[in-house]
């Protein structure tokens, strides 16, 4: 098979550009990401790695990580284990959402989510924050 040599360099200087053109693109993105990072950090003061401050916001990052995503997901929990006590109770999910809003209210669909935030939240907490302080230690 001939290869028309006029075609494969005209190909290969194409992708050439393309690809300057791309690391072109890298260069100015991460430049604009510094110049964000940089002026969202002067804000806030900015955090010292491994500082108390730094592993104080690894801790509540874990709360809010683990606590409030667990208790979101509480009415799914909720319904998935009636379910697998009576699976006869509910036919789908939805349902089951009816008649426990029907029956107990929005708190019923709910049961539950207190024990789960504290719970979730002292996990993220421990996951987030301990696991920086060790990293740094060890």
């Keep these: 098979m ?3 040599e006029y075609c494969h360099t005209s190909v290969l200087k194409t992708a050439d550009a393309v690809k300057d ?3 072109e693109l890298t260069d ?3 430049k604009e990401y510094n110049k964000a990072s940089n002026q969202a950090q002067a804000k806030v003061g900015g955090i010292e790695l491994y500082s108390g401050k730094y592993y104080a916001a690894c801790t509540v ?3 809010l990580a683990c606590g409030t995503t ?3 997901v509480t009415p799914l929990d909720l319904v998935k284990c009636r379910r697998q006590v009576d699976p006869a109770m509910y036919k789908g999910n939805f349902e089951a959402w009816g008649k426990i809003g029907r ?3 929005i ?3 709910f049961t539950g989510w207190g024990p789960t935030f504290v719970g979730y939240s002292v996990q993220g907490a421990g996951k987030y924050g301990f696991y920086e302080y ?3 230690l060890y």
């Design 28 to 30: 100015a993105a991460a």
């Design 21 to 23: 053109k791309a690391v």
């Design 2 to 4: 001939a290869v028309c």
């Design 103 to 105: 029956a107990e209210g």
């Design 134 to 136: 060790f990293k740094h």
């Design 61 to 63: 990052g874990g709360i």
């Design 70 to 72: 667990h208790t979101a």
């Design 107 to 109: 708190r019923g669909i």
